[in-house]
């Protein structure tokens, strides 16, 4: 080869040759490769990249350069800041760190704070109150706590909340605290209280009411969404404290609160006019209680009654008065029959129901489950059938064509529970069918256990019509084993690796069609 050659063929060996040599051999000019890096973008575009970051990764980017702490301090990046490292937000050492924090970093931007009880003292709430006009949603937590500071000098408090949350203490007495900043909270319109239902031993303790919830609710009459969750001494005088001085309540969740049997909700329900979520999973409801209610005359659209033991007969009472729901939880239930299903089809009005949770309730059989579906599946936006033996593939691929708008759809049993089963689910033509009719879909959960699935060789096909034409999921939930590792790579290969998730750390629910769903977000 002689040297021209050579010199040819040594630059076809660079990257982009052709282009390159084509240019010179026509004799035009060549323009040098831009060495473009991220630090020649604009700084506004830097600062909506950073604003995708947790403050961690921000605080250990401002150490790569100068322009790069600069927009790591800017205020715009510190409006909803959490300081508890146990739930991956910031560790602040001491008081005076936070008081810099609140001084620099957050002053008029910062819309939202979680502190931990030792961040909870005087002069933090001072300057919160002075430097952070806009602070709307505060989050206080003193679970962890085992002593109260004193708070006899607290003499000012952020005056703007719409928002707090109090996650309590099983021994820590509040009402040191709270009476010093009744006065501030009175433009409060939702209140979380979390308890530690959570936190408790299988031993019984003695149970001590550590925030008096009576003065609470006198000091915050503008509230319209209550969620008390998991509050061991919460009863029904307290829910009826509430509904006599809160008539904007709009919302009230007392999931987890055992203490509940419903002797206050004729009077909650008289009494606020314009409550349409109520919320009362794993209560110790009386079925006499909620019937003596006066659901008919109520304008209650949304109802969770999960785990509650209630009767077939108060079921079939409760749904065939209340006026038009929308939004139903009722899983757990032995009482939730076929029976319940017909009188509710027959004499409830079912034309705005939107969402339905029928978890474990495993007395419902398969026709009673596709009548009611073939019927109202149409309107469907969200349906959790797990739990349910009778709920198969087959049941699950004749109903599909009336799920068309179905966004969340659960189903399923478990691996505790597989041995009630019969037979095997063929997962490839479920898929199949669900690509076809549920091009809505955002969220489903297949939770049978790995020994239940059968699949072919060539299921790769089914889970790329699920890929392809179900273009809005985010989430698709599966128990862990050989086929969520083949659903995984088939997800991850076209670059969709956060839609796959295990059973194990995830599962999907209806509570995203709440209306109040982000206002009940908490913790």
Known sequence: MDSGNRKKSMWYDLPGDLELLTRLEEGLQVKPISNTTIDKLPDKVLLKIFSYLPHREIIANAIVCKKWRTIAYDTKLWDAVSLRPEWNGLHVNSIDALLYLINARFAASLRYIEMPMDLITNPVLHDLAEKCPNLTSMLLDFSTAMQLHDFNELQAFPTKLRTMCICLSAVIFMEGFMRKIYNFINGLEVLHIIGTYEKADEEEE??????????????????????????????????????????????????????????????????????????????????????????????????????????????????????????????????FTDAVLKAWTERGNLKSLIALDLDLCDNLSEE??????????????????????????????????????????????????????????????????????GQNLERLELSWDPESLRYSDKSQKAIDTMRVRCLRLKCLVLADGKYYEIVRANFGRADRVTVVRTATNCSVSIVYLLTHYKDLINN
């Open 206 to 335: 003695e149970i001590y009411e550590v925030i008096n919830i009576h003065k609470l609710k006198s000091a915050t009459p503008n509230l319209k969404v209550v969620n008390l969750y998991g509050i061991n001494f919460v009863d029904d005088s307290h829910i009826e404290a509430f509904s006599s001085n809160c008539i904007q309540l709009e919302c009230l969740a007392v999931n987890f609160c055992a203490k509940v049997t419903g002797t206050s909700l004729k009077i909650l329900l008289t009494r606020c006019k314009k409550l349409k979520c109520l919320l009362m999973q794993q209560c110790s409801l009386q079925s006499d209680n909620v019937l003596a209610a006066e659901w008919e005359k109520s304008s209650v659209v949304e109802l969770d009654v999960t785990a509650t033991d209630l009767s077939t007969d108060c079921l079939i009472d409760l749904l065939t008065r209340i006026p038009a729901i929308r939004w139903l939880s009722a899983g757990q239930l032995d009482g």
């Open 368 to 437: 009673g489950l596709y009548k009611f579906l073939a019927r109202y599946g149409q309107n469907l936006r969200g349906l959790v059938l797990s739990g349910i033996p009778q709920c198969t593939d087959s049941l699950c691929s004749n109903v599909m064509p009336a799920l068309k708008n179905i966004r969340i759809l659960r189903m399923g049993l478990s691996e505790g529970l597989s041995y009630r089963l019969m037979g095997k689910i063929h997962v490839d033509g479920l898929l199949d069918n669900i690509a076809r009719y």
